[in-house]
């Protein structure tokens, strides 16, 4: 008789990434795979509800993982709220980059899918902007009297759509250790909030705004 294996949040995730990388589709059901991992049905479900739900933490587990891990560094008075958010960028970037097969598969390329995936990392990415001061970024000191005004709301949304648009310039980076990518998140940081004052780019945010509301209408 195999002997029973030692179930927590982490063993399942390892667990499962395992099947879905070297089956390329998720288990048949929860049951069998208990049975497979040598665990009862029930231990999964001190965890999760489904394997949908797995999906949506693993992605959030990464990005608090980073937070976890940059947080020392973050700490001093002296660092800005720019290089807290690019020091948290590139740390997440590089979880996503060590595992990057298995998060390409996560995510998939069905929009309404990528949504649903992201809510649980989405809630946490929020939580985090509110611990930015925002009143000491000199970008934004320097920008027109309308993005200055800019609400709790409004800038949980802006960098909302700003990371999202990371991760999907990240599954298409082809450039050496993803450097592009790298390249990318700073630019966009350093002149997003200039952007914002752009009419095309309002329209994008407001488009994003809706796809978001109306998601949450179809659950």
């Given amino acids: 008789m195999q002997e029973q294996t030692n179930i927590t949040q ?17 288990p048949k059901n929860v049951y069998l795979f208990a ?3 040598n665990f009862e049905e029930k231990e999964f479900y001190h965890y999760f509800s489904g394997f949908d739900e797995i999906e949506r933490e693993m992605l959030n587990h990464l990005f608090t993982k980073s937070l976890e891990l940059v947080s020392e560094v973050n700490s001093p008075s002296e660092v800005t709220t720019r290089e807290k958010l690019l020091n948290v960028y590139y740390i997440f970037f590089e979880n996503l980059t060590m595992n990057r097969s298995l998060v390409l ?12 995936t992201l809510q649980n990392l989405r809630e946490t990415h929020k939580q985090f902007v509110n611990t930015l001061n925002f009143r000491e970024w000199e970008m934004i000191e320097k920008a027109k009297e309308d993005i200055r005004k800019f609400n709790e709301r409004s800038r949980q949304e802006v960098l909302w759509l700003h990371l999202v648009s990371a991760i999907d310039f990240w599954k298409k980076d082809t450039s050496a250790d993803f450097e592009k990518t790298d390249i990318f998140i700073e630019k966009t940081i350093d002149t997003g909030f200039e952007l914002i004052d752009n009419e095309p780019l309002r329209k994008v945010i407001d488009l994003g705004k809706f796809l978001w509301k109306e998601k949450f209408k179809m659950s």
Avoid at 10 to 26: A, M, R, S, V
Avoid at 105 to 116: P, V
């Fill in 10 to 26: 982490e063993k399942i995730f390892e667990l499962y990434g395992d099947y879905l990388l070297n089956q390329g589709e998720k």
């Fill in 35 to 37: 049975k497979e991992n």
């Fill in 105 to 116: 598969s996560i995510l998939g390329n069905n929009k309404i899918q990528n949504i649903k």
